[in-house]
């Protein structure tokens, strides 16, 4: 359901703001078709058309322009008072949407969101995994959680737990018949895992050790873009790969994955929600705020 009721009006300005009615309505909650229908039902009222629709696109009209420009505000200020409202209420309610990589989500799924759910059941916890760092104001997004170096400067931005670590590993098949790097320029003699970032650059390995920083641009013939899949290749015995020690904890623990050039892998500032801070906070995030700030306090 859609947060105010007021859906056609809802309807219009996610589309117009998505390009998308498929976007639109997984946006909203609803099937394609009832938005469609929703829109349908608006401009014969109107007796105007709003949006012209070709197989493959959606563009606003000017007509369509026009009034969503004027109906915009209005929506906001009705939401604000909404979540003014809301704010009264013992237990929030509603939908909270927020956006993540989908190595991020794994991190924080079980010990803040699950547990989130458990607490506040009347609240509606949407996940969007994305690799590429979204604007969360244009793209309708509540909050957004990243590692601390990628929040942008615009956001608040409250801490996930502790600083991050990361490691380079392998599996012990990989390293027979090999000796562990000892520094990181040995790491141009091993096979690695190459790490494609959402921009499109591949991440060059960064190392520190008592104030001593180097950067190496690594071999190898495979290059990834998401975790789970450079895990796999490194447990598989194809190279080593550069991850965040959380990420590979359990594989350490178990034997499976060993570690290399501990002394030149300090730790980094974690995770962060981030919201603006132009904005009224809604109380779901506030209580996801509030139970961040206790599990921080409490770990």
């Not at 609803?30 to 009222?45: F, G």
């Not at 493959?56 to 009034?67: I, K, L, M, N, Y």
């Not at 906001?76 to 990589?101: C, F, K, Q, W, Y």
């Not at 450079?230 to 015995?237: N, S, T, V, Y």
């Amino acid at each position: 359901m859609m947060k105010t009721g007021l859906t056609e009006f809802e309807a219009i300005v996610a589309i117009a703001r998505l390009g998308s009615f498929k976007a639109a309505a997984t946006e909203l909650g609803i099937s394609t078709s009832a938005l469609s229908h929703a829109v349908a039902t608006l401009e014969t009222r109107l007796c105007v058309r709003l949006f012209n629709r070709t197989t493959r696109s959606v563009s606003t009209t000017d007509a369509g322009e026009q009034f969503i420009a004027r109906i915009g505000p209005a929506l906001v200020e009705i939401s604000s008072a909404t979540e003014a409202i809301n704010s009264h209420r013992d237990r929030p309610t509603g939908t909270l949407r927020i956006t993540m990589a989908a190595a991020t989500a794994r991190m924080v799924l079980t010990p803040v969101i699950l547990e989130f759910s458990r607490r506040y059941p009347e609240m509606h916890v949407m996940l969007v995994t994305e690799g590429r760092l979204v604007d969360i104001i244009e793209q309708g997004f509540d909050a957004g959680i990243r590692i601390a170096e990628a929040v942008p400067q615009d956001m608040i931005a409250v801490p996930i737990g502790r600083q991050q670590r990361p490691v380079v590993v392998g599996a012990p098949a990989y390293f027979q018949g090999r000796s562990k790097p000892l520094v990181p320029e040995d790491l141009l003699e091993h096979h690695c895992i190459r790490a494609r970032m959402a921009s499109g650059a591949i991440y060059r390995w960064e190392f520190e050790r008592r104030g001593e920083a180097v950067t190496i641009d690594v071999k190898g013939s495979l290059t990834l873009d998401e975790t789970t899949l450079m895990i796999e290749a490194a447990l598989a015995g194809v190279g080593l790969t550069y991850l965040t020690e959380a990420s590979v904890r359990e594989h350490i623990k178990s034997g499976a994955l060993v570690t290399a050039l501990e002394d030149w892998s300090p730790p980094y500032p974690g995770l962060c929600l981030y919201f603006p801070g132009r904005r009224h906070v809604p109380a779901g995030l506030r209580a996801l705020i509030e139970l961040i700030k206790e599990l921080n306090d409490s770990g």
